[in-house]
C-alpha cells in the first residue's frame, strides 16, 4: 500500500473509475486499487514493485500538470518493465512541442529520449527502427518547434517514391500532388501539431518544402530542419546526394526501417551503406530503435517481434538446409 498526501492529484492519475490504472493489471498482472488517498496493490513481489513505481512516477507527473491517461500509462508500465531503474518524470516530463489540440508531446521510452538528446545536440542524426516507435513524428516534433522558435526558416520534407521509380513526371498534377501519396506520413504528422489550414499556408509560401528525393540534386539547404522518411529505400548514390545537400545552419534527420527494404533485389540501400560508412564521425547521432519502443497500439509490437521471431527460424531453415 501506498498512502499520498493530495487526493486531487491522485484523482487525476486514477482517473475516473480507476480507468487510468486498468493498463496495471494488463501489463503488469498487479490488481490496484483505490481507497481514499491511498493505493493498494496485489500481485507478485516483483510486479507490485514495478506497479508502485509506476504509480509514484505518475503522481509526480500529475504535480507538473501532465495530462494523464490510461495510454500514457501503458507506456510506464512498458518503460519499467524494460528497465526497472529508468525514471517515468524524467523520460515523460521533457516536452517538445504542445499540438493544437493543448497535448505535450514528450519522448515515451528511453530510446525516444536519447534520439530527442540527439536531434538537439547533432546537425545530422539517424533515427532506425521498427514501425510505430514515433520515429517520424518525433522528427517532426522537433522540426515544427525548431521552426516556430525561429531556430531554422523553414522545414524541407523529403521521402524516395520507390513504388514511381522516382518517374515523378508521370503522375498527373504538380510537384506536391506527385509527391503527395508518398509523404501523406508526414502530413498527418504535421496536421496534428499544427491547424490545417495553417500548414497548408505554409506550404504555399515556402516555409514548408515538400522536396521528393529525386528533385534534390544540385541544391544547398542553409538555415533549415530538413526530414528524410523511409531513408531505407534510397539507393547508396541518393544517401550521399542527400547528405551532401545540408547547408549551413540546417540540420537533418534521417528515418527509416532496416527490415523493409523495398528497393530491388540485389541493391544496397543507402541507409544501411551510411550507417556503417558513417558510424566513425562522432558529430552524427544514431539512435536505434527497438520493438519495445512502439508507442501505437500494444499489439503492435508483439506482432513485429513474432515477425522477427519467424523471418528468424525461416533463416535458420535456410541455413540447415543448404548444409
Known amino acids: 500500500m501506498i498512502e499520498f498526501k493530495e487526493i486531487e492529484r491522485l484523482s487525476a492519475v486514477a482517473g475516473e473509475l480507476n480507468k487510468n490504472l486498468y493498463p496495471i493489471k494488463s ?68 516536452v517538445v512541442y504542445t499540438n493544437r489540440k493543448g497535448h505535450s508531446i514528450f519522448p515515451r521510452s528511453e530510446n525516444q529520449r536519447e534520439y530527442i538528446a540527439a536531434i538537439r545536440k547533432c546537425d545530422v ?36 517514391a520507390v513504388e514511381a521509380g522516382e518517374r515523378l513526371g508521370y503522375l498527373p498534377g504538380n510537384l506536391v500532388e506527385k509527391v503527395d501519396p508518398y509523404l501523406r506520413p508526414l502530413y498527418d504528422a504535421m496536421n496534428d501539431m499544427v491547424e490545417p489550414g495553417r500548414v497548408e499556408r505554409m506550404i504555399e509560401r515556402g516555409i514548408i518544402e515538400v522536396a521528393p528525393l529525386a528533385f534534390m540534386r544540385g541544391r544547398t539547404l542553409s538555415n533549415a530542419f530538413v526530414l528524410l522518411d523511409e531513408a531505407q529505400n534510397t539507393t547508396s548514390a541518393q544517401m550521399k546526394m542527400f547528405l551532401t545537400r545540408i547547408g549551413v545552419g540546417s540540420r537533418a534527420v534521417i528515418t527509416g526501417d532496416t527490415s523493409q527494404i523495398d528497393l530491388p533485389y540485389h541493391t544496397t540501400s543507402g541507409l544501411v551503406e551510411a550507417i556503417d560508412v ?16 512502439v508507442v501505437r497500439h500494444g499489439l503492435v509490437s508483439e506482432i513485429i517481434s513474432a515477425y522477427d521471431r519467424a523471418g528468424a527460424d525461416r533463416n535458420q531453415g535456410q541455413r540447415g538446409n543448404r548444409r
Open 27 to 94: 501489463i503488469l498482472d498487479v490488481e490496484v486499487q483505490t481507497r481514499g488517498t491511498a493505493v493498494l496493490f496485489s500481485g507478485g513481489d516483483s510486479a507490485v514493485s514495478l506497479a508502485k513505481a509506476v504509480v509514484e512516477g505518475l503522481y509526480e507527473m500529475a504535480g507538473s500538470g501532465l495530462y494523464i491517461n490510461p495510454s500514457l500509462v501503458s507506456h510506464a508500465c512498458r518503460l519499467l518493465k524494460n528497465n526497472p531503474d529508468a525514471s517515468i518524470f524524467e523520460t515523460f516530463s521533457d
Open 125 to 160: 542524426v539517424f533515427g532506425v527502427g521498427p514501425a510505430g516507435t514515433g520515429k517520424t513524428y518525433l522528427a517532426m516534433a522537433m522540426a515544427i518547434a525548431a521552426l516556430m522558435k525561429g531556430d531554422v526558416d523553414r522545414i524541407i520534407l523529403c521521402r524516395p
Open 278 to 293: 558513417l558510424r566513425s564521425i562522432t558529430k552524427i547521432g544514431f539512435v536505434k530503435f527497438e520493438t519495445t519502443d
